[in-house]
């Protein structure tokens, strides 16, 4: 069986470790949702009187009780008495925890101890873990919405794709944040025994076995606009604000602080990394997703207006463009619950 | 503060107890996915300066470690040591354990025990601990959709609502399957302290705040057809299915079997508790629903016809009313995953 490819044969009754990496303050849910996954599949295939697949176990430097970040303590088994077999796959959840420099070196060796064949599973920040035992150099990855760009400086040799909600690539998977880890559970799952049994499990626990859009529709813009040290930029911010139902080209913007369009792209883009097209771009969605949630009577036509959209055709592009997901989607879903 | 409303105030440092109703072979991430977003809710009024609102503790029958259905041991405190305030809320997850006499009757005299004023909520067929301490008399209330008939049938003085994704009667909440504890915990939050809170903590578990359809589009349609010890009707439903992309009245129907149309809808429905008007729709539907996911790249229009919709506008219609989404995207939900 080539390494990487479906670790399982649907028909077979061999048995695959799965094992999750514990460390202090580790995410209780980044741990619980890929296992319960796991979990769902062994009863699953029981059921139609095969072997449970997946042995799950939990293992940490050494054995003992895990305090994970809700405060909670969990069994686990020491690494060292832990053999995975060439099938087996290692998930190493996030958690406040993965900042430990020493939880770090123990991970590290323990990951770089493993043959190559045994496949490793980040979720969440469990990404930098992988990152820092090297797993990730020239490999495409995935970590929380908001650490992404920290993954990206942290190993400037990995291609970050912060829009995924998990990524295989070879034998290493990453996904996006906390709950991603069901996601990749359940492709893990679909994999190996194919559509069918996962779309049972992701009915079983109601999640959808594959979401629309990406993890970015859940976060928030990045405000180029917050924390930069220049007067000027701050007052031009303002000024943006004050005036987004206007068309805003560059020139505009550019003449606000006496500038030569030139000078001025040149000077926003050293003091913010992004260009004055794409900021007043990002000022119109951040507003307009505020506006859709806070005022949940307004129009999307008006609302497209007032943030300079030229038409709620336009916004709705640049929404599915930066989300996956029009503003009436986002609206739903992020807007009040009522009962 | 009147009982059943907002029970912390946004501003203030009152300290509210949310105890998880701990007992053997619980669902982990029935009791995972509340926790982790109380204990969200926690960290972020920490940050803005504010107490840690929610006091969080695992209670069993017993000090001591209690076993999960996924094998993992957690740390339970004795719930007879543990006094729950007037504004308290106590969490009783699913799992198999549901179903042990002795669970049901010692969390029946625990729930009993406790002050009109403390609110209980159940996670999935955590409903069934609720029904047996006689505390959804009268109420509605939602399990996990694979068991909202039998929670019907065991209370019947309970009103079903199976397609909720949570539901909030006086002082009890229900949730739907598994995950939709998370959905139940983010309500809570945000009653207690308001929109933008739990907005935050659901972009940071990567979720979303309200799911738009609700628990049904993640269940098989409900098969009438399934297993009625009846000859006729099992030939007249093969023809049904051989017959799909042609209009089916009732009148067609009765023909088959060589009976008036009203002796066949009286007799229809006594054998099934469904019409067969009903019937012919999820026949198609359930057909629909397979083909969408089997043949990719089929047209929704092309399934539209051969599963006799009338029309893709149809089938939209009837999917949008039974769950909530389209066609197109159940097909983008359940569909195999491409990397």
């Given at each position: 069986m080539?390494a990487?490819?479906a670790n399982l044969d649907a028909n077979s009754d061999q048995v695959s470790p799965v094992l999750f990496l514990c ?8 741990l619980a949702g890929p296992m319960q996954v796991f979990h769902a599949a062994n009863t699953l295939r029981r059921k139609i009187g095969k072997v449970a697949p997946y042995q799950i176990k939990l293992v940490a430097?050494?054995a ?10 969990i069994e686990a088994n020491s690494w060292q008495d832990t053999i995975v077999s060439d099938r087996g796959i290692i998930i190493v959840p ?16 323990y990951l770089?101890?493993q043959p190559?064949e045994v496949e490793i599973a980040?979720v ?47 034998g290493?998977w ?7 880890g069901?996601?990749l559970a359940l492709?893990i799952v679909e994999r190996d025994f194919?559509?069918?049994l996962a779309?049972?499990i ?138």
């Open positions: 080539p990487f490819s460390y202090d303050d580790v995410t209780f849910l980044d430097r050494a003992g009780q895990v305090k994970t970040d809700v405060g909670v303590h996030g958690g406040p925890g993965v900042w430990d420099s020493e939880t770090q070196a123990s991970v590290r060796d770089c101890a190559q980040s969440c920040i469990g990404a930098f873990l992988l990152g820092h035992a090297g797993l990730l150099r020239g490999k495409q990855a995935v970590t929380h919405w908001k650490y992404c760009s920290r993954l990206q400086a942290d190993f400037p040799e990995t291609r970050v794709n912060a829009d995924s909600i998990f990524i295989r690539d070879g290493i990453t996904s996006a944040g906390v709950t991603a069901i996601d492709a194919g559509h069918t779309a049972d992701a009915r079983g626990l109601v999640v959808f076995l594959k979401r629309t859009g990406g993890q970015s529709q859940y976060s928030k813009i990045l405000e180029t606009q917050a924390g930069i040290p220049d007067g000027r930029l701050s007052d031009l911010h303002a000024w943006i604000s004050d005036n987004l139902h206007k068309p805003l080209p560059t020139e505009t913007l550019a003449e606000q602080l006496g500038m030569s369009t030139r000078s001025f792209v040149r000077y926003y883009v050293s003091k913010t990394g992004t260009t004055p097209r794409k900021a007043v771009e990002n000022l119109r969605v951040d507003t307009a997703k505020r506006m859709l949630l806070d005022y949940p009577l307004l129009s999307i036509k008006r609302i497209a207006d007032k943030c300079g959209f030229q038409g709620e055709e336009r916004m709705r592009r640049t929404f599915v463009r930066q989300f996956g997901s029009t503003p009436s989607e986002y609206r739903e879903n992020f807007g009040p619950t009522q009962q």
